[in-house]
């Protein structure tokens, strides 16, 4: 084999071991922006407080990669409602779009909704 070939066959080699290098940073930055955005969810349906005036709600959370979601949050009509559902929702389709790139597994079991809200300690509560 001449030097050529060579030196043809450890550039491929370096490129292919860069290339996946590259997709692993991606997808733990993708990953990064799952959480952060998971937890500013969280945070908004933390702060929301009830006291028998408002409208109570939950709302599916997540995107299972057999379908579905990972969990129910309840909230109420003491935050902005609308920005709320709208991250909900941004989260759902990122979550889903990141489990097709990536392959991710997970496990099928189906998470049943809630049976109800109820207003405990000034908070909403989902009732199981």
Do not use: H
């Not at 084999?1 to 290339?19: A, D, R, Y």
């Not at 028998?52 to 057999?66: D, F, R, T, W």
């Not at 909230?75 to 759902?92: C, K, T």
């Not at 496990?107 to 049976?115: I, S």
Request: net charge positive; aromatic share 10%.
């Amino acid at each position: 084999m001449n030097t050529f070939n060579l030196k043809l066959i450890c550039i491929l080699i370096c490129c292919c071991v860069l290339t996946l290098a590259c997709k692993k940073d991606d997808q733990a930055s993708e990953q990064k922006k799952l959480e952060k955005m998971y937890a500013e969810i969280q945070a908004m349906a933390e702060t929301s407080t009830c006291n028998g005036n408002q409208e109570l709600k939950y709302i599916a959370v997540g995107s299972k990669a057999c379908g579905g979601p990972f969990a129910y949050l309840a909230y109420s009509a003491s935050i902005d409602m609308y920005s709320f559902e709208r991250l909900v929702a941004q989260y759902n389709q990122y979550q889903g779009n990141y489990n097709k790139k990536w392959n991710v597994a997970s496990d099928c079991t189906f998470l049943m909704p809630p049976k109800g809200i109820t207003c405990e300690n000034g908070k909403p509560k989902l009732v199981r």
